[in-house]
């Protein structure tokens, strides 16, 4: 063979192997990031066009796919598209994906690893392939009554409800208003969802933001709680003692009107030494107190005991955004407080700040004998056929307070229903135990926040309820005329036979 013929033989040779080492390279190492990319449209539009799971609510379905005629051959379709879409989410093209839709996507796709069985007899019987189902928490009694109540105040109301099953974690009633239709941003017509999704974000309401998770607020008077379970902790006071009282106090290092702290006239005692009874300072919802007792325990102490309630950390994984972050914007408490700070900190003020589902996990904590479980959405992960191949235990987050201190506070609780401000959450024949709240925005332009959180029934507790108006079409804002009728109607829908 001469010279110039074994030159290209080996040219062709190396050619040929590259080829080889390219074809290889591509078809294993590299085929799970291009097929992950989300540039290759015809992995989205394969994604798309399958039939995806539901996601249920008991046997109702709240999300699924129904069979169109079009290239796609499926569509994502939402029953109750209001009331449930801060939970579902919704499913769009090329990756426009939040709520459950994402946090689960890999079940409601089929893709998931526990499916696996079901992906090899889909293949043997050469049918496509199906998603397996998410089964939900949610009680949609509860649900309802939590949506209906916070549509009865109007069609501008602005807030969120939050019910916890205390000893799991379970998310019984998660609801946020203002809402949107996901069906909008879902559908085939893909400049019509880029225009309605420009439209919601734009919407000063701000329909697409999770008020439960996602909009953390001064919680008010509802942490006084946290500040009573600090000071029951300290051993320096007992639920059946006296604390600090008094009409006004004037907080350390402040003078004149910015430093006092009032009670708006509630019978709180008369004088800078009052002592009171602590039921009765949470019955009044007493300021004076509750500043005192923050600033003689300190903002370290403070802080540790919110901390052991969730305060400054995530918990919650159920929910995602469309980036795969999680929904779920963090409650704190401050750290290096001042003396005047710890003091409007002690009746939630100041930079104290608090989702409805953090609050809603402190009275679940007082109402499980001091025990915080973590809170949870996904009940069970079911096949297409509804076989279940596996559901979540429930996970404890922290003893935040002894069983006594849960105790005691329990009892002044339900005093604070039955002879204080929560008496619009009482239940006939049912103890409920309760706490309003109405904080203030800190904006002359934007009005007091309302609140309202409970548990019942107190002796055997079912269900705690968190409630929050950031604003209404209503005359008055209050925490117990607002929110406690609304908690109410969500605790009987959970404790009906």
């Known amino acids: 063979m001469n010279k110039p013929i074994r030159t290209i033989s080996a040219f062709c040779l190396v050619l040929f192997l590259a080829l080889l080492a390219n074809a290889t390279y591509l078809q294993y190492w590299a085929a799970g990031d291009y097929g992950d990319d989300a540039r290759n449209r015809r992995v989205v539009d394969a994604e798309y066009s399958r039939e995806r799971g539901a996601i249920l609510v008991g046997r109702t379905p709240v999300a699924q796919s129904v069979p169109v005629d079009d290239q796609y051959e499926f569509l994502r379709e939402y029953p109750m598209p209001f009331q449930y879409a801060p939970v579902t989410g919704y499913f769009g093209y090329g990756g426009a994906v939040t709520g459950i839709e994402k946090s689960q996507n890999d079940v409601l796709s089929g893709d998931d690893d526990r499916l696996f069985v079901t992906r090899l007899v889909d293949l043997l019987s050469n049918e496509a392939a199906k998603g397996g189902d998410i089964s939900l928490t949610i009680n949609k009694d509860a649900q309802q009554a939590a949506w209906d109540g916070l549509n009865e105040l109007g069609g501008g109301t602005r807030g969120a409800v939050v019910a916890l099953e205390p000893a799991t974690g379970k998310v019984l009633a998660m609801v946020s208003t203002p809402s949107f239709d996901p069906a909008t941003l879902a559908s085939h017509d893909f400049a019509a969802n880029q225009a309605a999704y420009d439209a919601l974000a734009a919407d000063p309401a701000k329909p697409l933001l999770n008020r439960a998770v996602q909009d953390p607020l001064p919680p008010g008077s509802t942490f006084k709680i946290v500040t009573a379970a600090a000071a029951l902790e300290s051993g320096r006071y007992t639920a059946d003692g006296d604390v600090p009282g008094g009409s006004t106090y004037q ?9 006092l702290v009032d009670n708006q006239g509630r019978a709180c005692g008369a004088g800078n030494d009052a002592r009171i009874p602590f039921s009765q300072a949470l019955e009044q919802s007493c300021n004076t107190t509750f500043a005192r007792l923050a600033v003689e325990l300190g903002g370290d102490a403070l802080g540790e005991q919110a901390e052991k309630f969730g305060f400054n950390q995530e918990y919650f994984e159920d929910l995602q955004s469309t980036s795969g972050d999680s929904t779920q914007a963090v409650s704190t408490f401050p750290d290096e407080l001042n003396p005047p700070q710890t003091g409007q900190a002690g009746f939630g003020q100041f930079d104290v700040r608090a989702t409805p589902l953090q609050m809603a996990m402190v009275v679940a904590g007082i109402a499980n004998q001091g025990r915080v479980m973590k809170p949870y959405l996904v009940g069970e992960v079911q096949s297409a056929d509804s076989d279940t191949i596996d559901a979540p235990e429930p996970e404890e987050l922290s003893q935040a307070v002894s069983p006594e201190t849960a105790a005691g506070l329990t009892e002044m ?4 229903v039955n002879d204080g401000t929560a008496g619009p959450a009482a239940i006939p024949g049912i103890q409920v135990a309760g706490k309003t709240g109405t904080a203030e925005s800190g904006r002359d332009d934007v009005p007091p926040y309302a609140w309202f959180v409970s548990f019942a029934p107190a002796d055997n507790p079912q269900v705690a309820v968190a409630v929050m108006i950031e604003s209404a079409d209503v005359d ?22």
């Open 251 to 259: 907080l350390p290092q402040t003078s004149g009107e910015t430093g």
């Open 413 to 416: 609780l339900v005093n604070t």
């Open 476 to 497: 008055e804002i209050a925490g117990g005329l607002l929110g406690g009728p609304i908690a109410k109607s969500v605790m009987e829908a959970v404790l009906k036979p």
